[in-house]
Nanobody, 125 residues
C-alpha cells in the first residue's frame, strides 16, 4: 500500500509564500495523476491542482497565477508552490494520487485512491 506524506505547511503572513512537498513511498510513476486538495474549516475538501506523469498540470481558478503544482518523478515527490497567499488559503492541504490514467475528472475526489494525512497552512492577515 503506497503512502503519501505531506510536509512544508506552517504559518505565513498575507502575501507570503510556502512550498508544500508530498513524498511517495513508491515511485510516483505509479500515479498517472497526482493532485493537491484543501479543506478550510467548515467547508468541503476542494481541488487545488493536479499534474500528470508527464508534467502537464492544471489548477483551480481560485489559485491560478499564484500556485504551481509540479512533480519530480526521480525523487518521488510532488510539490505545490504557493505565492501571494491570502487568509482564505488557510486550510489543511492534502496530497492525492490516482493509479488510473482515465476516469473521473481531475477535480473529483473519487478519482484518487491514495491520500496523505494533510499539512496545515495558516495565512494571517
Amino acid at each position: 500500500q503506497a503512502r503519501l506524506v505531506e510536509s512544508g505547511g506552517g504559518l505565513v503572513r498575507t502575501g507570503g509564500s510556502l512550498v508544500l512537498s508530498c513524498a511517495a513511498s513508491e515511485s510516483t510513476l505509479s500515479f498517472p495523476l497526482m493532485a493537491w486538495f484543501r479543506r478550510a474549516p467548515g467547508l468541503e475538501r476542494e481541488f487545488v491542482g493536479a499534474v500528470q506523469r508527464n508534467g502537464v498540470g492544471r489548477n483551480a481558478d481560485s489559485v491560478k497565477g499564484r500556485f504551481t503544482i509540479s512533480r519530480d518523478n526521480a525523487k518521488n515527490v510532488v510539490y505545490l508552490q504557493m505565492h501571494s497567499l491570502k487568509p482564505e488559503d488557510t486550510a489543511v492541504y492534502y496530497c492525492a494520487g490516482s493509479i488510473v490514467a482515465y476516469g473521473s475528472s481531475w477535480e473529483s475526489r473519487a478519482r484518487y485512491a491514495y491520500w496523505g494525512q494533510g499539512t496545515q497552512v495558516t495565512v494571517s492577515s
